[in-house]
């Protein structure tokens, strides 16, 4: 692992040397990378002689009889150098070889026609047509019983494609789910052949349950490509999960590994989502992984509209549940007004703003959604007027009426109102596609400070509210006092009742901040901090004459975290030339920085190969807004499908066409009818030649 694709100088560690250079005017001995091959497909190496070849050339010169070697890689090559095998690729000499072979191949497959399948040909445009209707349905999120009508609406608007040929017995509506299933294949291949050449993966894994409590694990990835040194998230797919603990989520996941070929030293980043009621599990499902994934690290990272805590923690709150359920039933009983009611048509804004469906079976967080806790704040007075006002003719009014007058939902919504915008600031650092990791770390332990001082010292909303309130002495009781807050009087503001409130406070703020360090583990946070110190030129000290000493201390800790997989006596030996580099790159970003050295052909990977490993470790991090928008696309379209279909046969597909397919335009539908007929009817030879 210390050496990954496309790398020209380096051999995993514990392999003798394939080959070296005899050259004697080189500086250093170059070695056979035998992970070049996965990238060259044509490439041998002859482990005897120690030199390298292209088959497609001497195969070339073998069929046209040619007497004599036209370049270095037919009669074998030392030039152990990647530089050397692009040159290749590039060349006429190379080019000229592949169009004799793929011409010979031609040949053969006239003499023999089992030999067709393999050839790129062309298709029936009217199979194409059906497919490519198909495909844009799932990307438009259409159902699929109007697959007909589509088709029916195309041949009306005279779709040549399909007026001009039948398209066979296999393609018509009804199997519009296999067409799919064929069209999510040839998007995972190519998620394998991206795992495959990523140095290191990252994983996001968010368990999700619907209202009849099945459970599903929707799967994502973040991979890196060496020979661009980009980053990639993908969605693998949607998983049914049988019940039970940690183990069986750490089963699932490592069964989704195995049949995407993610070997477990590849997988770095393990982040979960915590959108579940039930995403403690995910904890222990993490710890289980890390004892099959040596460099796994586990964090849990904060997602629109999920909970700030668990579900055992919303239970051992009591009024938690209350406070949700009492706040579901103001905004189902008054979003949807219009006209008269303008005060109240907030709710209705916040459920646009927001994306909360009433009608999903999945659970809202109310308690974790600020712009849902503000207009009930703001709209608190208007409330209370509304639901006095019919009372009497409704019960469920009177109930809520009883409930919004109360001191402790109104404290409670303080309370709210100064604890989730610290969480937004959370949420947002994760959505951020050039992130930078030097501020995780103290944004963590500010947010821990804040709210174990929020414990004693009220917070800005809650200290306003109790400075707001009216004391009237009470005629009937002497030595209490009402309260009124905004004209309204306050219930349940006895000595009694507010020492409770004291203690719901406490316990609440306390849950949130010790679920808030479990998410970020001191461990994650140290090598996150470390990544940034490394690698991120704007956390350098201003002048030169101040980096001798700098990030030594946080290389120790990456070295000795990923010692299985880098040269820690190299490392520090090319540190102070690295850090003398990278101040002089002071204008890059740490992504930039991250990309310049995994990008395999850039001088840096070629003189720093430990630090291009760390670096491609830093970019698996699953971060970034587009992998935030795609987590938030599979939960929309996983409930979306649930409630639409009852089941989740074929979702997972659907899921993947609509998340990761690219423009029709740029889908290889050729590929995809190829799967789906020899699923149809084995040996089926696809191409048909004309």
Known sequence: MAAFTCHSNMVPPGKKPAGETSNSNKKCKRYFNEHWKEEFTWLEFDYERKLMFCIECRQALVKNKHGKAENAFTVGTDNFQRHALLRHVTSGAHRQALAVNREQLAFESRVHP????????????????????????????????????????????????????????????????????????????????????????????????????????????????????????????????????????????????????????????????????????????????????????????????????????????????????????????????????????????????????????????????????????????????????????????????????????????????????????????????????????????????????????????????????????????????RLYYKGVELANCSKVHLKHFERLKESYLESVRGNLLDRFPSSILEAISSFSAIFNPKCYPQSLEDIGSYGVSELNFLLQAYSRVVVSERALSDFPLFKRIVFSLSQLSFKDLCVKLVYSSSEMHELFPDFAVLAAIALALPLGSVLAEKISRGRELLQRGRTRRGKDEGLSDLMKIAIDGPASSEFDFALAIEYYESTREPGFIVAQVK
């Open 114 to 481: 089992e030999l067709r399948s393999v050839l790129k040909v062309e298709v029936n445009p009217a199979k194409v047509a059906v497919l490519t209707t198909v495909y844009w349905m799932a990307k438009e999120d259409i159902a699929g019983e109007k697959c007909s009508s589509l088709l029916d609406l195309q041949k009306f608007n005279l779709c040549q494609a399909l007026l001009a040929s039948e398209h066979s017995e296999f393609y018509h509506p009804g199997s519009a789910r296999e067409m799919q299933a064929a069209i999510a294949q040839v998007l995972h291949n190519e998620d394998r052949h991206r795992i495959k050449a990523s140095p290191f993966v990252g994983l996001v894994v968010d368990e999700t349950v619907d209202v009849l409590e099945q459970r599903s694990l929707a799967v994502f990835t973040t991979t890196v490509s060496p020979c661009s040194g980009q980053t990639s998230a993908t969605f693998l797919g949607s998983f049914e999960l049988p019940s039970g603990g940690a183990s069986t989520v750490a089963g699932k996941v490592a069964e989704v590994m195995r049949s995407f070929g993610i070997p477990t030293m590849k997988l770095t980043w393990l982040r979960a989502d915590s959108a579940s009621l039930v995403a403690e599990r995910l904890s222990g499902a993490g710890a289980a992984l890390t004892s099959l994934c040596p460099l796994l690290m586990e964090m849990h990272c904060l997602s629109h509209g999920s909970s700030l805590l668990p579900a055992d923690s919303i239970g051992s709150i009591e009024y938690l549940q209350k406070y949700e359920t009492t706040v579901d039933a103001v905004y189902r009983l008054y979003s949807s007004f219009r006209g008269e009611r303008n005060g109240l048509q907030e709710l209705q804004s916040v459920l646009d703003l927001c994306e909360i469906d009433l009608g999903s079976p999945r659970a809202i967080h109310w308690t974790s959604i600020f712009p849902a806790v503000e207009a009930i704040d703001s709209s608190w007075p208007t409330l209370v007027l509304l639901l006095e006002s019919e009372a009497e003719r409704s019960p469920v009014a009177h109930g809520l009426c009883e409930e919004l007058k109360k001191f402790q939902f109104v404290a409670f919504t303080k309370i709210l109102l100064d604890v989730l915008p610290i969480f937004q600031k959370l949420r947002r650092f994760f959505q951020i596609e050039d992130f930078d990791l030097s501020i995780l770390k103290p944004i963590v332990s500010a947010t821990a400070t804040t709210l174990q001082a929020q414990k004693s010292t009220s917070g800005q909303n809650l200290q306003e509210f109790l400075n707001e309130m009216n004391e009237h002495p009470r005629d009937d009781r002497e030595g209490e006092s």
